[in-house]
């Protein structure tokens, strides 16, 4: 992938991924506000052109609503907003479904920043380095838990130095670095509030290196864990999706010593 220039100012990032389930069904999931919020953040969305899109992000990204301005079920979705903040250059999402033998659609997505200078395009390379994961979790979604609802809880630290060495000190405190898709995975040093299931994906290397599971303890869900530098310090986050009826106690229960695990890691 890499950075497009359409004049006037117009710069623009391509993500795609081949995911299971009927246009009807991968819509659902990339387009609505119930389930958009099952893989990706809490998201509230007015179903119309014209409508509203707010991410919940508890980040400064929540006071700047998004504005659909495409909406052509089961095909093509698409809003615009500041995905760079109040004060960044306007920008534009895209997300096409194209059907695919074998109940499988691909699913395209096209991040636009608007701006006269390449001063925003380093944040447009972050959004460009973000989309296979969230991609790749849209695919866990769909082929595990199609129309069900997540319980999200998210961890978040710090430390200094480059993403690799950032990424490889993650990856050696979650015991994933010799891990093989299907070999089974416990988050160490949990305790009683652990998390438990099998490699998904490993995903290292790049501007965002991630791992994913598939989890069947504390109840099943996804858990995706990333590096990645957008300040002096890099970032690492953990993000747990929980579904069924249990996913919100399950998710009230261990919330606190997941965020503590990552802090006495990564301060």
Same mark, same amino acid.
């Given at each position: 992938?890499?950075?497009? @220039?359409?004049?006037?100012?117009?710069?623009?990032?391509?993500?795609?991924?081949?995911?299971?389930?009927?246009?009807?069904?991968?819509?659902?999931a990339i387009a609505t506000g119930p389930?958009?919020?099952?893989?990706?953040?809490?998201?509230?969305?007015?179903?119309?052109?014209?409508?509203?899109?707010?991410? @919940?992000?508890?980040?400064?990204?929540?006071?700047?609503?998004?504005?659909?301005?495409?909406?052509?079920?089961?095909?093509?979705?698409?809003?615009? #907003?500041?995905?760079?903040?109040?004060?960044?250059?306007?920008?534009?999402?895209?997300?096409?479904?194209?059907?695919?033998?074998?109940?499988?659609?691909?699913?395209?997505? &096209?991040?636009?920043? *608007?701006?006269?200078?390449?001063?925003? $395009?380093?944040?447009?390379? $972050?959004?460009?380095?973000?989309?296979?994961?969230?991609?790749? !979790?849209?695919?866990?979604?769909?082929?595990?838990?199609?129309?069900?609802?997540?319980?999200?809880?998210?961890?978040?630290?710090?430390?200094?130095?480059?993403?690799?060495?950032?990424? $490889?000190?993650?990856?050696?405190?979650?015991?994933?670095?010799?891990?093989?898709?299907?070999?089974?995975?416990?988050?160490?040093?949990?305790?009683?509030?652990?998390?438990?299931?099998?490699?998904?994906? $490993?995903?290292? #290397?790049?501007?965002?290196?991630?791992?994913? *599971?598939?989890?069947?303890?504390?109840?099943?869900?996804?858990?995706?864990? /990333?590096?990645?530098? !957008?300040?002096?310090?890099?970032? &690492?986050?953990? /993000?747990?999706?929980?579904?069924?009826?249990?996913?919100?106690?399950?998710?009230? /229960?261990?919330?606190?010593?997941?965020?503590?695990?990552?802090?006495?890691?990564?301060?």
């Amino acid at each position: 992938m890499s950075i497009k @220039h359409d004049p006037p100012g117009h710069r623009s990032i391509q993500a795609e991924a081949e995911v299971p389930g009927s246009p009807e069904e991968v819509w659902e999931a990339i387009a609505t506000g119930p389930g958009i919020s099952s893989w990706f953040y809490p998201t509230d969305v007015e179903e119309q052109v014209g409508g509203t899109l707010r991410y @919940h992000t508890d980040s400064q990204m929540d006071h700047v609503p998004a504005k659909v301005t495409g909406w052509d079920p089961p095909h093509r979705f698409r809003h615009e #907003g500041r995905d760079c903040g109040r004060d960044g250059p306007p920008t534009a999402t895209e997300w096409t479904i194209e059907a695919r033998a074998g109940g499988r659609c691909l699913v395209r997505v &096209v991040h636009s920043l *608007f701006a006269s200078t390449d001063d925003w $395009n380093d944040q447009l390379r $972050n959004f460009e380095a973000g989309w296979p994961q969230a991609l790749a !979790i849209l695919g866990l979604y769909l082929t595990h838990f199609r129309g069900q609802r997540a319980t999200i809880v998210r961890a978040y630290g710090e430390m200094d130095g480059s993403v690799e060495e950032t990424w $490889n000190a993650l990856s050696g405190a979650l015991a994933a670095g010799g891990l093989a898709p299907g070999d089974s995975w416990t988050l160490p040093g949990s305790g009683s509030a652990s998390l438990a299931g099998v490699l998904a994906e $490993n995903r290292p #290397g790049g501007r965002q290196p991630c791992v994913l *599971f598939r989890l069947d303890r504390p109840v099943p869900g996804l858990a995706a864990a /990333s590096a990645y530098k !957008i300040a002096e310090r890099a970032t &690492v986050v953990i /993000s747990i999706y929980l579904y069924g009826d249990d996913g919100p106690a399950a998710a009230a /229960s261990g919330e606190a010593a997941w965020k503590e695990w990552m802090s006495a890691r990564f301060a």
